[in-house]
T-cell receptor
Framework: AQKITQTQPGMFVQEKEAVTLDCTYD???????LFWYKQPSSGEMIFLIY??????QNATEGRYSLNFQKARKSANLVISASQLGDSAMYFC????????????FGKGTRLSVIA | EAQVTQNPRYLITVTGKKLTVTCSQN?????MSWYRQDPGLGLRQIYY???????DKGDVPEGYKVSRKEKRNFPLILESPSPNQTSLYFC????????????????FGPGTRLLVL
């Protein structure tokens, strides 16, 4: 079974600053995928970034990067140059070795960007 | 446009009155699932389906039913809703993958906010 832990219920960041959202995971699967989703106040779930457990390099997508430390079982999301529109809930999720196992989510971190 | 649609988006009902939330995707995805989102608990999977006529329970299936008669549709049925089923519900779909292929993005519908009085 997989488990995702997000220890920060809420975070504040100044506009234009970088922020790191923490995510640790637990799994016995030898290979897995890690995902981050953004949920703005409107409610939809927006896919941000993906990291495979065997990927050699950390994933990046525009202002988003994933700081993947496999030995520590952490997959932190880094948002550079925060914008007011980044204010949202952020969920870390993972999926295990079988391609048809469900996506398991953490409880989320609410990020507030301050002008 | 590739999308997952859900209807209704908002619903207020009373205890015991059967309701159905529809979900449809236009991407020919094999895998579809339902989640509920509650404050402080994140998203939890209710049911999933790997293809037509193939459904299985997720983590919180009690009080829900699903069906998958067509590939594009995956309705969620609450036969006798109760107040503890007040929640935000998401339908999601993705292409079915073979073992070791995890990158397939899961597409989410816009969500259905349900209030059971």
């Amino acid at each position: 079974a997989q488990k995702i832990t997000q220890t920060q219920p809420g975070m504040f960041v100044q506009e234009k600053e970088a922020v790191t959202l923490d995510c640790t995971y637990d799994t016995s699967d030898p290979s897995y995928g890690l995902f981050w989703y953004k949920q703005p106040s409107s409610g939809e779930m927006i896919f941000l970034i993906y990291q495979g457990s065997y990927d050699q390099q950390n994933a990046t997508e525009g202002r988003y990067s994933l700081n993947f430390q496999k030995a520590r079982k952490s997959a932190n999301l880094v948002i550079s140059a925060s914008q007011l529109g980044d204010s949202a809930m952020y969920f870390c999720a993972m999926r295990g070795v079988s391609g048809n196992t469900p996506l398991v989510f953490g409880k989320g971190t609410r990020l507030s960007v301050i002008a | 446009e590739a999308q997952v649609t859900q209807n209704p988006r908002y619903l207020i009902t009373v205890t015991g009155k059967k309701l159905t939330v529809t979900c449809s995707q236009n991407m020919n995805h094999e895998y579809m699932s339902w989640y509920r989102q509650d404050p402080g608990l994140g998203l939890r999977q209710i049911y999933y389906s790997m293809n037509v006529e193939a459904t299985d329970k997720g983590d919180v299936p009690e009080g829900y039913k699903v069906s998958r008669k067509e590939k594009r549709n995956f309705p969620l049925i609450l036969e006798s809703p109760s107040p503890n089923q007040t929640s935000l519900y998401f339908c999601a779909s993705r292409r079915r993958t073979s073992g070791g292929d995890f990158q397939e993005t899961q597409y989410f519908g816009p969500g259905t906010r349900l209030l059971v009085l």
